[in-house]
């Protein structure tokens, strides 16, 4: 499984984004995967931003992400979206795109390489 993200860049705040995640390879498909967005601030620990499960496509999201960022995937284009509207300056980090799968009870998992957000005005 390969994931590229996009969409990353400069905003101010108030302003948004929409990340894309493309993921490709030998029968992938974003709804067959449990696909999620985490992101890394400079000194701090990868954390959770948001998920959508596979198949039914169940959403969460951090605290901080309610409310302003929404998660979604395009079954056909093998897409993984993360709109985030309303940024805030301590939003600024690398956005990674995750895929889960789980196969006769072996679960793996794939990173995308990232894609840079800054906030600031």
């Known amino acids: 499984v390969r994931l590229v993200e996009s969409g990353g860049g400069l905003a101010q705040p108030g302003g948004s984004l929409r990340l894309s995640c493309a993921a490709s390879?030998?029968?992938?498909?974003?709804?067959?995967?449990?696909m999620s967005w985490f992101r890394q601030a400079p000194g701090k620990e990868r954390e959770l931003v948001a998920g959508i499960s596979s198949i039914r496509g169940l959403t969460n999201y951090e605290g901080f992400a309610k409310g302003r960022f929404i998660i979604s995937r395009d079954n056909v284009k093998n897409i993984l979206y993360l709109q985030m509207n309303n940024l805030r300056v301590e939003d600024t980090a690398v956005y990674y795109c995750?895929?889960?799968?789980?196969?006769?009870?072996?679960?793996?998992?794939?990173w995308g390489q990232g894609t840079q957000v800054t906030v600031s005005s």
């Open positions: 390879g030998v029968n992938v498909n974003v709804s067959r995967y449990g």
């Open positions: 995750k895929a889960v799968s789980v196969v006769n009870y072996v679960t793996s998992e794939y």
